[in-house]
């Protein structure tokens, strides 16, 4: 499994929902060979979020041509039923929203079960109330900083304390905390800062860029992670 170890150093994540949807799985090659340690694959309902992509199928089709860490978010409810497939399908990381379903803490106990690390995921609106009873059942914590459902959107300052929260809340235990969002050269610093590390980025790395321009997205990866630290 390509999560085989745990540290808190500057990943990037790109979001292939800005990607070219004709060549996903060269476009996952490209930001790969050009830095990318995670790909993140949003999976949008046109009912939990409104926005429609894709299901399974696309991500058993996308993980031969992701040798790192395949993250799938989940911004489908109920979200319960699918978990299987998605995991089937070759999810490192499967990740479901507080309001997917009615027991949070059963879905991340089944995403577990089913041999994946699980996320959580908080909408700007949702408090982490929930967070301490569910730390021993987490992997990540997926911090939106826009409302889910559409790229390019700007981040919601607000989101920053609640990263420096759950930063403290988390202390020592193994749980990244990723955000998803509003990420871009002039914004990763201070996020980075408040105590994330798995950044979740669609136009920031793919802007300019192609399959056959791949080195535009190696350099948008290495401004991302010179400007997370400072």
């Known amino acids: 499994?390509?999560?085989a170890s745990f540290d808190r150093s500057v990943k990037i994540a790109p979001s292939i929902l800005s990607a070219d949807f004709a060549n996903f799985g060269a476009e996952c090659r490209a930001v790969e060979s050009q830095g990318a340690p995670w790909v993140h694959v949003d999976v949008m309902d046109g009912h939990f979020v409104p926005n429609l992509t894709f299901g399974p199928a696309t991500v058993k089709a996308l993980r031969p041509h992701i040798k790192g860490v395949m993250d799938v978010h989940l911004m489908i409810a109920p979200v319960d039923a699918y978990l299987p497939a998605f995991a089937e399908a070759g999810a490192d990381v499967?990740?479901?929203h507080f309001e997917a379903g009615p027991h949070i803490h059963r879905t991340l106990q089944a995403i577990r079960g089913l041999g994946k690390k699980a996320g959580l995921c908080l909408n700007p609106g949702t408090g982490i109330d929930c967070v301490p009873h569910l730390l021993d059942t987490l992997?990540?914590?997926n911090v939106m900083g826009v409302n889910p459902g559409f790229g390019g959107q700007k981040f919601i300052r607000s989101q920053l304390q609640k990263i420096r929260d759950?930063?403290?809340?988390?202390?020592?235990?193994?749980i990244h905390i990723q955000i998803d969002g509003g990420v871009a050269p002039d914004t990763i610093?201070?996020?980075a800062?408040?105590?994330a590390d798995v950044f979740v980025a669609g136009s920031a790395v793919f802007s300019g860029g192609s399959v056959d321009k791949p080195e535009v997205y190696g350099e948008n990866i290495r401004k991302l992670v010179a400007a997370a630290a400072g």
């Open 193 to 195: 800062a408040a105590g």
């Open 166 to 174: 759950l930063r403290e809340m988390i202390g020592d235990r193994d």
């Open 139 to 141: 992997d990540l914590i």
């Open 189 to 191: 610093a201070e996020i």
């Open 94 to 96: 499967i990740s479901a």
């Open 1 to 3: 499994m390509p999560y």
